[in-house]
């Protein structure tokens, strides 16, 4: 994964110290980067349950399909331009509303700690380069 921290040869205490931050930091990235994989592995899990959800609201759709079709014929008499036009209203308005909703809430990803893990190298780069300048 990353190339190990080696010993310091000779120095004093704040050579040390900072070899030992290096080694902390060192540890903490590859903590965050199994935290990472994990995240990948329960984001693969909400899309799998995302597609079978999605699946059972398509079979939901054709069932309220069905439905309004149902009751359309049980008014057809009377009222099924009016039966018509309110269920056309009414699912559109509501389809309206979700696809706003839905766009707002894809419109903003969130970087599930990728910044931090990209910092954290940078720290580690910056320690170990400056305790190659010592």
């Known amino acids: 994964m990353t190339e190990s921290v080696e010993p310091v040869q000779g120095g004093g ?3 040390s110290l900072r070899q030992l931050l290096a080694t902390a930091l060192e540890m903490a990235q590859v903590r965050l980067d199994l935290f990472l994989t994990e995240i990948e592995q329960e984001k693969l899990r909400v899309f799998d349950g995302l597609l079978w959800a999605g699946l059972a609201l398509m079979l939901i759709g054709v069932g309220v399909i069905l439905l309004c079709g149902f009751i359309v014929m049980l008014l057809w008499d009377s009222y099924r331009l009016v039966t ?4 056309t209203l009414l699912f559109l308005g509501a389809g309206g509303l979700l696809m706003r909703a839905a766009r707002n809430r894809l419109r903003h990803p969130s970087g599930a ?3 931090t893990v990209d910092e954290l190298r940078q720290d580690l780069a910056e320690l170990k380069q400056h305790n190659a300048g010592e």
Not at 84 to 87: A, D, E, N, S
């Open 13 to 15: 205490l704040f050579v």
């Open 113 to 115: 700690l990728g910044s």
């Open 84 to 87: 018509l036009g309110v269920l």
